[in-house]
Structure formats: structure tokens, C-alpha cells
């Protein structure tokens, strides 16, 4: 059987249409990582989970570095302890300028929220998550 998109024979990579899009997603909650990656996983997303700022922002630097960039990020606005998803964001930002990142709070009033194209954010995943808002999200920010 024919493969309809083999592999570019210089490279070894998929056609950018058949690549799996890369989501690194930070909250501090392990039930909502776990949920999160589940859903997106379920739609064909190659997903990373972390439950801090400071390691969203490394693991986002290390896969840069080893080519393999994320497509998406989906940030927690407030994590109680560390650095919150909006402070991640501006990190990534300074050596990524063209980050895709979303920030998912439970939080509607936040000025981050309430303004996040203004902050420079691809898109908002308010919380609790329903399966099409959180993909729409990721497919409006790519």
C-alpha cells in the first residue's frame, strides 16, 4: 500500500499538514493536567504537562533548543505558590516573540482575561474546560 504522505526524503519529516501540533500545558492542579492532556491527546495533539511557571519556561526553552518547538501554550493565569501562567508567558516571550499562548483561568473579571489580545495571548481557555472551547482555542491560536 502506498503511503498518500511519505516522508520528505532529505529531511525524514512529515508534511507540515501531517505533523502533530505540540501543546505544553501548565496549570497546578494534577486533575486538570491530567483531564487537559487527555482531551487534547483525544484530538490528535502531542501534549507535555507541567505544574509550574518556572518549568513551563524550561521545558519551553529545552524543546526550542532541541528543534522541536511548541506550537501551543496553555498557561494557569494564578498558581497560589511560583510563578503564575501570565509571568511564564512574558518569560517565554523574551526569547520566543512569536509564542502562541492561551491563558486558562476560572477567573472571567481578570484584566488578562477580559483583555488577553492586548497582552499579546493567542486566546483564552476559561475554566472549567468544555472539550470544544479548549480544542477551539488551540486551533483559533494555531
Not at 29 to 48: A, F, N
Not at 51 to 64: D, E, F, L, P, S
Not at 96 to 116: K, Q
Request: no cysteine; charged share 25%; proline share 6%.
Amino acid at each position: 500500500m502506498q503511503d498518500l504522505h511519505p516522508k520528505n526524503p532529505l529531511t525524514g519529516e512529515l508534511p507540515p499538514e501531517k505533523k502533530k501540533r505540540r501543546v505544553l500545558v501548565m496549570d497546578d492542579e494534577s486533575s486538570i493536567l491530567e483531564l487537559t492532556e487527555r482531551m487534547l491527546k483525544s484530538h490528535g495533539y502531542e501534549v507535555e504537562i507541567t505544574n509550574n511557571g518556572n518549568a513551563a519556561v524550561t521545558q519551553y526553552r529545552a524543546a526550542m533548543e532541541a528543534g522541536r518547538r511548541f506550537d501551543v501554550v496553555i498557561l494557569d493565569l494564578t498558581v497560589p505558590e511560583g510563578m503564575g501562567g501570565f509571568e511564564a508567558f512574558k518569560a517565554m516571550q523574551a526569547f520566543d516573540p512569536g509564542i502562541r499562548a492561551i491563558v486558562s483561568s476560572g477567573y472571567s473579571h481578570e484584566p488578562v482575561v477580559v483583555n488577553y489580545k492586548k497582552y499579546g495571548l493567542a486566546g483564552i481557555a476559561p475554566k472549567p474546560y468544555r472539550v470544544k472551547d479548549l480544542v477551539g482555542a488551540v486551533e483559533n491560536a494555531l
